[in-house]
C-alpha cells in the first residue's frame, strides 16, 4: 500500500542507528521553508484581493451615495426655482416675499450642490485608485496561483511523512518508558530495602539512646513546639493575606459599580440633554427660517460656543487636579525625605555599635573571656614553644568523657572548666 512504501522510505531514509531522526539536509530545509513562504505568499495575495475587493465595493457604494444625493438636491433646486416663477407669476407683489425666500433656499442648495459636486470628485479618485489597486492586486494573484497546487501537494507529503516520524518515535519512546518503568520498580525495591535496614539501625540507636531519653524528649518537645508556633505564624500569615485580597477584590468591585453608575447617569444626561435640544431646536426651526435665517448655521453656532464653554470647564478642573496632584507629590516627596533621614540616623547608629562590638579591643576581650572559661586555672594563652617539654590536653582543659551527647551533665562535679580534676575521675 501507499502508507506502506511511504513508511518503508521513512525507515531507509530517517532512522540511523535504530533511532528515528528528524534532521534535514540543508537544501532539504531551505525547500521545505521556500514552499512554505510561497504558501504563505500566495496566500497574503488572496486575503489582499478580498481586502482590494471590499475596498472597491465601499468606494463604488460612496460614490452612488454622493451621486444620489447630488441628484436629490439638483430635484430640490429645480422644484423650488419652478415654485418660484409660478408664485412670481401669479402674482408678483403679493408673493415677494415668499418668493424672495424659496430663492434664498435655492441658493443654499447651490452651493450645498457645488460641495456635493466636489465630494463626488473626491470619491470617483478613490474608486479609481481602489479599481486600479485591485486590478493590480489580481494579476499579481493570477501569476502566482498556478504554482499553488503543487506546492500544497509537497506540503501534504511533508506533512505525511512527519506524521510517520512521529508514530515511529511514539512506539520507540513506549518502549523506552517501559524500560524506564522497570527500573523505577527496581529502585523501589532496593529503597524500601535500605529502607528497613534504616529501621533496624534506628531501632538499635534507640536502644542506646535510652539513657538520655529524657533530654531527647525534651529536645523533642521543644522543637515541636517551635514547629507549631511556626506553622501558626504561617497560618496567620495565610489568613492575613487572604483578608487583604478579599478586602483588595471588595473595594475592587466597589469601584467598578461606582463607575458604571457613574457611566450610566451620565449616559442619561447626555440622553436628557440631547433629547431637550432636539426639542428646542424643532420649535426654534420654523422661527429661524420664518426670520430668514439658517437654522442649521445657527444650530452649530449654539454647539460650538457650547463647546467652547465645555472646554473652558475641563481645562480648570484639569488644572484644580494638577495643583492637587502637586501638593500630593510635594506631601510625598517630604515623607520619603523624612523616612530617609531617620534610615540614614540609625545606618550610623548601626556602624557606631558595630565598631564598639567587632572593635580590636572587643575582639581581644572576648578571646580573653573565652580562654580564661575553657582552660584549668583561668590562664588567657597557651604557649607550645614554653619551657615545658609537653602540653597535655587533661591539665589545660576538661576532656568530656563518655556521658557527653546523651543528655546529662557533661561536666561531673568538681570538674568545671577552670577547676581541677578530682581524682579517681575519668
Known amino acids: 500500500s501507499m502508507l506502506m512504501t511511504d513508511k518503508e522510505r521513512v525507515l531507509s531514509t530517517r532512522v540511523v542507528g535504530g533511532t528515528v531522526s528528524g534532521y534535514k539536509h540543508k537544501e532539504e530545509l531551505s525547500e521545505a521553508l521556500e514552499r512554505r513562504a510561497a504558501l504563505k505568499y500566495i496566500g497574503q495575495r488572496k486575503d489582499d484581493v478580498t481586502r482590494r475587493g471590499h475596498v472597491l465595493k465601499e468606494a463604488e ?23 418660484a416663477n409660478a408664485l412670481d407669476a401669479t402674482d408678483h407683489f403679493g408673493n415677494r416675499d415668499r418668493v424672495n425666500a424659496i430663492r434664498r433656499r435655492v441658493e443654499t ?12 470628485h473626491g470619491e470617483g479618485e478613490v474608486e479609481y485608485f481602489a479599481r486600479r489597486e485591485y486590478n493590480n492586486a489580481l494579476i499579481e494573484l493570477r501569476r502566482v496561483e498556478e504554482l499553488e497546487p503543487q506546492l500544497i ?13 512521529a508514530e515511529m518515535r511514539a512506539t520507540q519512546e513506549t518502549k523506552s518508558a517501559v524500560r524506564f518503568e522497570k527500573l523505577v520498580r527496581a529502585r523501589e525495591q532496593v529503597a524500601v530495602e535500605q529502607h528497613a535496614l534504616d529501621q533496624e539501625k534506628t531501632l538499635e540507636f534507640a536502644e542506646r539512646a535510652k539513657v538520655g531519653r529524657v533530654a531527647a524528649i525534651k529536645r ?66 420654523s422661527e429661524i427660517l420664518a426670520a430668514g435665517g439658517n437654522p442649521y448655521a445657527v444650530w452649530r453656532q449654539q454647539d460650538k460656543e457650547r463647546e467652547l464653554k465645555q472646554k473652558e470647564e475641563n481645562r480648570k478642573s484639569k488644572m484644580k487636579a494638577q495643583e492637587n ?64 617539654l609537653r602540653i597535655y590536653p587533661s591539665k589545660a582543659t576538661v576532656l568530656m568523657d563518655w556521658k557527653f551527647g ?15 580534676v578530682p581524682a579517681g575521675m575519668p
Do not use: C, W
Open 406 to 420: 546523651l543528655g546529662t551533665r557533661p561536666n561531673p562535679p568538681g570538674a568545671r572548666p577552670g577547676e581541677e
Open 220 to 285: 523533642v518537645k521543644e522543637s515541636r513546639e517551635r514547629r507549631q508556633e511556626s506553622e501558626q505564624l504561617f497560618d496567620g500569615k495565610q489568613r492575613e493575606d487572604y483578608e487583604k485580597r478579599a478586602a483588595a477584590l471588595s473595594e475592587l468591585k466597589r469601584n467598578m459599580d461606582a463607575a458604571a453608575d457613574k457611566i450610566q447617569g451620565q449616559n442619561a444626561q447626555r440622553a436628557k440633554r440631547s433629547k431637550a435640544i432636539e426639542v428646542k431646536r424643532a420649535a426654534e426651526k
Open 61 to 83: 457604494a460612496a460614490v452612488k451615495q454622493k451621486q444620489g444625493h447630488v441628484d436629490v438636491v439638483e430635484e430640490k433646486i429645480r422644484n423650488m426655482a419652478e415654485e
Open 325 to 388: 496632584a502637586l501638593l500630593k507629590q510635594i506631601m510625598e516627596e517630604d515623607e520619603k525625605r523624612r523616612v530617609r533621614l531617620i534610615e540614614e540616623e540609625r545606618a550610623k547608629e548601626a556602624a557606631r555599635e558595630f565598631q564598639r562590638e567587632m572593635g580590636g579591643q572587643a575582639k581581644q576581650a572576648r578571646v580573653h573571656e573565652y580562654m580564661t572559661s575553657r582552660t584549668v586555672g583561668g590562664h588567657d594563652i597557651l604557649d607550645p614553644t614554653g619551657r615545658e
Open 153 to 165: 501537494a509537497d506540503e501534504k507529503a511533508a506533512m505525511e511523512e512527519g506524521k510517520i516520524i
Open 109 to 120: 442648495l447651490r452651493l450645498k450642490r457645488e460641495d456635493e459636486l466636489r465630494e463626488l
